[in-house]
């Protein structure tokens, strides 16, 4: 199914259908070990957040995440 294009519903079966090349993308994980590069590439958008279980960038979303549902209205 993937190898059809079906992940990506009609557009990905039409990509494989013409045979068109896809591109290939290299993009860098931002960690901490390496947070300092940010702000030289912050404007070239070719870096990325590894969001596993116990990495530092899930940690702070989820710190994050906990204090936006803690002021919600919502949750009042």
């Known amino acids: 199914m993937h190898a ?3 992940s990506f519903g009609s557009l990905g ?6 045979q068109a090349p896809l591109a290939a993308v290299n ?6 070990e390496n947070a300092h ?4 590439r912050d404007q ?3 870096l990325v ?3 596993n279980f116990g990495r ?3 940690k702070a979303f989820c710190s994050v ?3 936006w549902i803690g002021i919600s209205p919502v949750s009042r």
């Not at 079966?13 to 013409?18: K, P």
């Open 65 to 67: 995440m906990e204090k």
């Open 44 to 46: 070239r958008h070719d």
């Open 27 to 32: 993009l860098d994980v931002l960690d901490t």
């Open 4 to 6: 059809s294009g079906g």
């Open 37 to 40: 590069i940010y702000w030289m």
């Open 56 to 58: 530092a960038a899930n």
């Open 13 to 18: 079966r039409l990509i494989v259908e013409s």
């Open 49 to 51: 957040m590894s969001m």
